[in-house]
């Protein structure tokens, strides 16, 4: 998932308290500096003038409380922080009736549901990295001039009708927003269960070199090799955990961690199922993540991504290309950290870091 999001600030629109904290924390385990959640477009605003966030991430919901209403107010204040900011908004079957208003406030970002963390991490690359998305949002022409803004308004009439509220959620939507909240739950799980069994070998590595340097003076020249394969292995454990602390962690790393776990030495694993088997807290956290209802929302998440965006007409590919063309031509002022991947030669005791 090489995206560096360490130095920004994300804000959540989201009038939903279950989903809204699910969002947050998938945001800052992606490693985002701070991640701000607001109930509708008028506090998120306010928090907006205040925090200067760098990008939005808002539901669609009526057009006024929600992304749409927050994307009117930051292109047209005069004292808006940043008129161009980047908003996200999460888009339900029933999204396409709010087209013509997302476009006229330079909105062009429509994430359908259900999505996963890798989808709306790369939607967060592109248009914090594209410029694209800025010169779309640049043409759009202000409904509303300075000029006008400064007119006193008259107050609205006491007798004046509330404004409609929003129709009844769909079957097909609530469906839609269970798969995704499936999604990032497992998301979430299972970087809590990579960590743990992380935390696990590291332990499990540590009993070893404890017990090799116990017997020091007994040592043959194969030991002596062998003690130095579980240094190693001590120092690639604290690097693996050293990106945890700094976030950014995709799923596919998850994997990618798990097997290299699943394979280190036999005497430290004997060690590490010893200490699995003892914490139950562990076992039960391992029991609750139903991969097989993983696996189908993720297709379904994958099915809903292959459509072309409503409003700008890129499909999931189109993103991803975009993503490395902009990489390719105009790299960060901020350099992206070289995050480690993990090789494992045919030698087991051959291991190395490989920077890319």
């Not at 009736?97 to 989808?119: H, M, N």
């Not at 509330?162 to 079957?171: I, N």
């Amino acid at each position: 998932m090489n995206h560096d999001f360490r130095k920004l600030k994300a804000l959540v629109i989201n009038d939903y308290r279950p989903t809204q904290n699910m969002l947050v924390t998938c945001l800052k385990l992606l490693g985002f500096q701070s991640v701000t959640a607001s109930n509708d477009a008028s506090n998120a605003y306010a928090s907006f003038m205040q925090e200067k966030h760098d990008v939005i991430i808002s539901e669609i919901i009526d057009g006024r409380t929600d992304g749409i209403g927050f994307a009117r107010k930051a292109r047209e204040s005069t004292n808006s922080p940043n008129e161009k900011v980047p908003v996200i908004c999460i888009a339900g079957p029933r999204a396409a009736q709010f087209s013509d208003r997302a476009r006229a406030v330079g909105l062009i970002e429509f994430l359908s549901v259900p999505y996963s963390i890798e989808d709306i991490a790369a939607r967060l690359a592109f248009v914090l990295r594209s410029e694209f998305y800025e010169g779309f949002v640049s043409a759009k022409p202000k409904p509303v001039t300075a000029a006008k803004e400064a007119i006193p308004q008259a107050a609205p009439s006491a007798s004046a009708p509330p404004p409609p509220a929003p129709p009844p959620e769909t079957q097909e939507e609530k469906e839609s927003k269970d798969l995704t909240a499936l999604l990032l739950d497992h998301y979430l799980k299972h970087h809590e269960v990579v960590l743990k069994k992380l935390h696990f070998a590291k332990d499990a590595t540590n009993i070893c070199v404890e017990q090799l340097r116990e017997t020091t003076d007994k040592l043959k020249a194969e030991d002596k090799k062998d003690l130095s394969l579980k240094n190693e292995f001590e120092k690639m454990w604290a690097e693996i955990l050293e990106q945890f602390v700094e976030g950014g962690i995709a799923e596919e790393d998850l994997a990618k961690i798990e097997t290299v776990i699943e394979t280190i030495p036999s005497d430290i694993k004997a060690h590490y199922n010893d200490l699995t088997s003892k914490d139950q807290e562990f076992l039960d956290l391992v029991e609750s993540m139903n991969v097989s209802a993983y696996k189908a929302a993720k297709a379904m998440a994958n099915k809903a991504q292959s459509k072309p965006n409503i409003l700008s007409g890129m499909t999931a590919q189109d993103y991803q290309a975009a993503i490395k063309k902009t990489a390719a031509e105009a790299p960060q002022v901020e350099a992206v950290k070289e995050k480690t991947v993990i090789e494992k030669p045919a030698e087991k005791s051959d291991w190395r870091f490989i920077k890319k």
